[in-house]
């Protein structure tokens, strides 16, 4: 009772989250397109011909996701379309088992394979395949099946039509709401950080929402990326669009100073310990960040309501304050636990700097800013996919993971269908709906979703229920049939089990409307749904399995890839000074994004059987190796951008060339092109014959003893080559190792 009690606090939270986002403004928009046809129905008598165009729209709207209107546009048309032409094939087909079983077969590998494109082309093809099980049901059954399919097709070109009167009214909506909800996360970002410094918190836990908010971030980056930088026509000549873009560099900036600013927690209880008063300080620090931040992301459009920030810039004189007493009473100024602090502040000061760069460019975006915004390359930015015929070819083969996916798909929804024909022929449609849903190309979002549905199916119809003994009112039911369809739609990419509750909610209201004994048809959706969920499972366990394990390789391939590319990157600023390159932040963007890659693989991994969980142990030691790397190169890429450096020397230069030869070494033992790497110096070894002496013994040169700027400098990039050269070959040593070969 207690796990159901907080898992519906869960839910309530995330619906009130929801309020204010861009899918919940899509599912507004859904449901308002749904709505109209079925009103105009009523009013007129025609309500079997204003279900099918409902339908089309309900077809047409998973392509509706965030990103360009052009291509939302693209995919909503593609949608309406072959949700008619399968709706039509079906519909005259169903008649005769021996035609539909095979074209049912025919039809599923086709539309799933349409996911070699990509994300959106994946939506396309979920229109297709839930046309396609619609087709199967009793629905329009009075109707022709042509003029329901060509109704169906209206109701997706009616959204497209919505949807596009909505963007002209609200062209900056998507716009808005997706910076907002960015700048949202990164509000808990630092909120979280803020709990960290707390040695009472559950670190591990706050740790581990720390990691999944990065990823979070790092997908919201690239849906702003894609509409701030992909369009060209109007971008040049606005003032609003090139303010937004500069605000979002800021969000990224923020980020990577965040990574690479890690903080040794351990190291800091100790600190604070000795400096009373600091860590509350540095606390509350955080704390207005983060709320200063939360301000901004409802403020967008009114700038003059986002409150000041004075107290931040106290806070900070009260710290540099607790630094100066520390400083006083220390016999060394270059106290390692002195520089922590002053490092710590320092990084806080420059997330300061930016909070208020983000404020100053929601008022008004210096022109200086904006000459410099418009020189850069800002279109390469954008992760592109390719559309060619050749990617269909290329990938009709037993390696491609989409092929198999697709195969096995087919196999399990004709077996569906047999299974729903024998047991119960005229709603077995259900049990299609459910493996549609849940089956994803791999075991673990497979049984991920399974779990979700079940638990959201029996939640919705345990909370149905209560609702129907306790109110017997046809228009309670209609309202909240709607209300819980547009709250399901809101939240299916956001949490799937909470989409399941709701889809569940409005199903049931909706047969309490249609039927007298609505408790068989919650039963007998209940055991569809396990029916359903059972095939999808078993069948990715059984045909042509896609194990994580299997392919987690070539995604550590690409991680250490995008690492090398970000480090020599990093190594040509640290040695020319300068404007960033767009190389620069493109290998920035790179780096990111495949460590947040790495995550969800890895954890989709340990969701498969034990069994499967080969070499786990030192996939997850390259996991969190890889996850170090990038905070290290992170660090001395953001300290070399944000701070005046010496040239750099040649023995800077040498250890770099070590580290990016460990770094292809790596990526060559893990794609069997090498042998075994021999290992006679460790990383400290290295240092003392680079530089001539102990690493502890560089630092008291005199040429880093002139100023605290050249030891500062000293220490951390030193310290961040010697740390990025031992985890280079720590990586070496987990990808010598035997077991993990074989």
Known sequence: MERIKSYLQLQFVLSRELIGSTDFSRAILGGTAMTIPILIGIRFDLLQYCIPVTTGVLLASPSDTRGSFKLKSQGIFLSAVIATVVFFIVGYLKGSVWLLLPMIGILTFLISYLSVWGFRATLVGFSGLLSLVIALSNFAEKLPVWTAALLIGLGGLWYLFFGLIYHLIFPKSMIEESLSETIRLTAKYMNIRRKLINPDCDRVKYLGRLIQLQNRLTESHEVLRELLFAEKRHFWKSNYISSRQLIFIQLIEILELAVSNPVDYDNADRLFKNVPGAQRDFQELLSQMSVQLTSISKNLSKPKNIPSDQNRDRLIEEIEGHIRNLEKNLDNQFDNHLLTLKNYIKYLKQQSEKIKNIRQFLSRAGNQELRELRKKELGRFVSSTSYDWEVLIENLNFKSSIFRHSLRITVVMVIGSIVGLIADPHNYYWVLMTVIVIMRPNYGLTKTRSKQRTIGTLLGAGIALIILFSV????????????????????????????AMYITLSVVFVYALLTPDVLSVIRFRLVDTAIGAALAVAGNIWLWPAWEFKSIKNILSDTLIAQKNYL???????????????????????????????????????????????????????????????????????????????????????????????????????????????????????????????????????????????????????????????????????LKKENFKS
């Open 568 to 734: 020599e990157q990093i190594a040509v600023y640290y040695n020319r000074v300068g404007e960033l390159s767009p190389e620069y932040r493109l290998s920035r963007k790179h780096a990111f994004l495949s460590i947040s890659e790495l995550n969800a693989a890895f954890q989709r991994m340990t969701q498969e059987p034990e069994h499967k969980h080969k070499n786990q142990n030192e996939i997850f030691e390259l996991v969190l190796l890889s996850h170090s790397f990038l905070v290290a190169a992170a660090s001395l890429g953001t300290y070399t951008v944000n701070n005046p450096t010496t040239p750099a020397s040649e023995n800077f230069n040498s250890i770099i060339s070590l580290i990016l030869q460990n770094l292809l070494t790596a990526d060559d033992l893990l794609n069997g092109k090498t042998e075994n790497p021999v290992f006679e110096l460790s990383a400290d070894e290295i240092i003392r014959l680079t530089y001539g002496k102990e690493l502890k013994d560089v630092f008291a040169d005199e040429r880093y003893q002139l100023s605290e700027q050249t030891l500062e400098e000293a220490h951390l990039v030193l310290g961040q080559l010697r740390w990025m050269l031992e985890i280079s070959e720590k990586m070496l040593g987990v």
């Open 472 to 499: 017997q009112s046809p228009v309670v039911y209609g309202i909240l049939a709607a209300i819980s369809l547009t709250l399901a739609f809101a939240m299916l990419q956001r949490n799937y089990s909470t989409a």
